[in-house]
Each structure stands twice: as structure tokens, then as C-alpha cells.
């Protein structure tokens, strides 16, 4: 009986069977699974990570940098705002591609990160993005990790 030798990119790369991640890991493998759903719909998708890099989700954007070339195989790109207003301004922004004139993709899934206090501070960008709504072939998860002295 011979085995698979077990690989560090598993967490990244298995399609089928089991595999062990933790809860960040998970967060960056999210987006890749909801392009491989997207391709089976015929769909030319891109992703779009933003968040606070003071956010409890810290160690999320050391993991999105580890598997910078895994994202970007799968049309994902993470770019860091310099604070939590931004960052959701930013993911706000990938759902209007109905304005452009000619856009490259049918739609952009997003994820935005931040603290507690951030979503406070980002009720803007997070409020007119909630009423503006997501594209057809797009989307927005908001994830936060709460810092309750707001001490990050």
C-alpha cells in the first residue's frame, strides 16, 4: 500500500478528502473555493481581500501573504488598507463593475477584515455598501475579530 506524501499546500491545493486548517487558513482558502464554484458556472470571476492589519485577524493577513501565489493562481488579490475605513471603501468599490465600460470580469468577490472598534469607525463605507448592494456575480463578507479594551 502506497500513501501520498503530505504537503504543507494541501491546506490550499486538496480538492477531495479530508484536510487540517485552522480557522485563518480557512479564511484564505474561502475565496479560492468560491472562484472554483464560479468557473463551474462559466463565470470569469476575481477576488478582493482588504482589512486592517491592527485587527485581532492579525495573523489572517500573515497567512493571505503565505499564500500569495496561491491567491493570486486564482485571480485574488489582497491588498492591506491602512486602516479600516479604506479597506471597506476599497471592498466597496470591486461591486460596482456594472460602472466601468468595459470590465475584464463578470464579477468580484470580496472579503473585508477589521476590530470591533473598525466596524464603529467604518459605518460609512459598510452602510452604503449594505445599501447599494453587491454586484450579481460578486459578494462581500465582512469578518471582525473583537478587541474588547480596543487595545490591538
Not at 475565496?31 to 468557473?39: L, R
Not at 478582493?48 to 501573504?65: E, H, K, Q, T
Amino acid at each position: 500500500m502506497t500513501s501520498k506524501a503530505i504537503s504543507l499546500n494541501d491546506k490550499f491545493s486538496v480538492t477531495k478528502g479530508r484536510i487540517f486548517i485552522s480557522g485563518n487558513q480557512a479564511l484564505v482558502r474561502l475565496p479560492m473555493i468560491q472562484k472554483q464554484f464560479d468557473q463551474k458556472e462559466g463565470l470569469i470571476t476575481a477576488g478582493f481581500i482588504s482589512g486592517y492589519r491592527g485587527s485581532p485577524l492579525g495573523n489572517y493577513d500573515a497567512a493571505l501573504w503565505k499564500a500569495k501565489d496561491h491567491l493570486a493562481t486564482h485571480h485574488i488579490v489582497f491588498q492591506p488598507g491602512v486602516n479600516e475605513d479604506l479597506a471597506a471603501t476599497a471592498v466597496w468599490g470591486t461591486q460596482q463593475i456594472d460602472s466601468l465600460t468595459d470590465p475584464t470580469v463578470d464579477g468580484v468577490f470580496s472579503i473585508w477584515y477589521g476590530k470591533g472598534p473598525g466596524v464603529d469607525r467604518s459605518g460609512d463605507p459598510i452602510k452604503h455598501g449594505n445599501m447599494s448592494g453587491t454586484h450579481k456575480n460578486g459578494g462581500v463578507l465582512v469578518v471582525y475579530g473583537d478587541d474588547q479594551p480596543g487595545k490591538s
